[in-house]
């Protein structure tokens, strides 16, 4: 059975944007865009036009430039937002406009000082409104991961009678648990008529480490759209991590859901972003840090020499690394030595591989990483003395 289609909405160029000191200019994001349409993202959400002259340059340039994904505009709940990022959409192949408002009842009463009834005919009035210059209008209802399900099922049925084809269900403060965002989407799926007409999207904030989770819980339980960012930039602790989602929907087969991603550039993909955002990617981040596919102590060393899937359940190649590393540090065994030693042209044997080893921990207790230059210079000692 085929897998089931995730549709990717990329929101690096507006929500990952919004982290301060990451701003780009027109031209970086132009770049950004280009390499995202090639990555096979299905949307790209370029900016959020009303907010400055240059968003709203930046969304037009890049409408002009994508060439097979949907391109959105962000805006809130009037008129103004929503002809603004209609106008600068107009050049897009397929626009979307992203409107929306909070909907828990936090943001109603300190956000807008309103009721629910006047928030939900706003919402509808938004959505008519979107509808109006273009046919594809996603809805967010700001804050749902803390809105009451009854009221939130009731904007999602009342935004899809107004022509919504999309519902973004977000966890703005990354408050939920999986089960809860999950719990979430599947009460909405059960109880929103007319629900069949839109798909129901994940955006999930990371500010209790949980982002990525519940992205995957939400479409477990329903969701077909998935919001995420390159390197989980975002917001405070940041959005859920593209290249995460991706890879752990191909590595779980047996959920049968899947994506257009070639997830061959995300490598690439990461470390253009961070280097053109100025943000650097900690060592330790799942799929694309430095150190995700590095072994460090003896006995991972020693499986995956041995057989890389002792300790590595992607093949590096698959995420666009070409080959997982053997770090020598004080912890790496004899393996590891040996492995290091033939990369760099020298087979010892066991006997010289004992005394060399000794060595080796001399030297790297005195250091965080023993490198192909100590090895050349402790061979060229042991050369010397035998
Ligand atoms: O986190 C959020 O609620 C958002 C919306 C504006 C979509 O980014
Ligand atoms: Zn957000």
Redesign the pocket.
């Known amino acids: 059975m085929n897998p089931e289609k995730i549709e990717i909405f990329d929101?690096t160029l507006?929500?990952g944007e919004?982290v301060p000191g990451c701003k780009l200019n027109t031209e970086q994001k132009l770049v950004i865009a280009e390499k995202l349409d090639e990555l096979g993202v299905d949307i790209i959400e370029a900016g959020f036009p009303i907010s400055s002259p240059g968003d709203f340059y930046s969304v037009t340039e890049i409408s002009k430039i994508v060439r097979n994904a949907t391109v959105c505009g962000?805006t809130r709940a009037n008129k103004k937002d929503i002809e603004t990022a209609a106008e600068a959409l107009k050049f897009a192949k397929k626009p979307r406009i992203?409107t929306?408002i909070?909907t828990s009842d936090n943001h109603i009463k300190f956000k807008f000082n309103s009721t629910r009834e006047a928030v939900l005919e706003r919402a509808i009035e938004a959505v008519k409104y979107a509808k109006t210059f273009v046919e594809d209008v996603e809805f967010?209802a700001?804050?749902?991961g803390r809105t009451d399900n009854e009221f939130l099922a009731k904007v999602c049925e009342e935004v899809i009678k107004a022509g919504a084809t999309v519902l973004?269900i977000?966890?703005?403060?990354g408050y939920c648990l999986p089960e809860q965002y999950g719990a979430k989407m599947k009460y909405l799926r059960e109880n929103v008529k007319g629900i069949e007409k839109a798909v129901l999207s994940c955006?999930c904030?990371n500010d209790l480490g949980l982002a990525t989770a519940n992205s995957i819980s939400g479409v477990i339980n329903g969701a077909r759209q998935i919001?995420c960012t390159i390197n989980g930039l975002?917001?405070r602790a940041g959005?859920t991590a593209l290249e995460e989602v991706v890879m752990i929907l191909r590595q779980h087969k047996d959920l049968n859901l899947d994506t257009n991603i070639n997830s061959k550039m995300l490598n690439e993909m990461s470390l253009m972003v961070s280097e053109l955002m100025g943000m650097p990617v900690q060592p330790n981040k799942a799929i694309v840090g430095s150190n995700a596919f590095a072994h460090s102590s003896g006995i991972h060393q020693d499986g995956v020499i041995k057989n890389r899937e002792t300790y590595e359940i992607i093949d590096p190649a698959e995420v666009g690394v070409n080959e997982s590393s053997i770090v020598l540090t004080a912890r790496s065994g004899r393996s590891a030595l040996a492995y290091r030693f033939k990369n760099i042209g020298f087979d010892v044997t066991k006997n010289e591989l004992d005394y060399l080893y000794q060595e080796f921990l001399k030297i790297a207790d005195t250091k965080k990483e023993v490198v192909n230059e100590d090895l050349q210079v402790m061979m060229a000692t042991f050369s010397q003395k035998s």
């Not at 977000?170 to 403060?173: E, H, S, V």
Request: proline share 4%; aromatic share 4%; no cysteine.
């Open positions: 929101t507006r929500d919004q962000l992203h929306g909070g967010y700001e804050d749902a973004n977000p966890d703005t403060t955006h904030h919001e975002g917001e959005n």
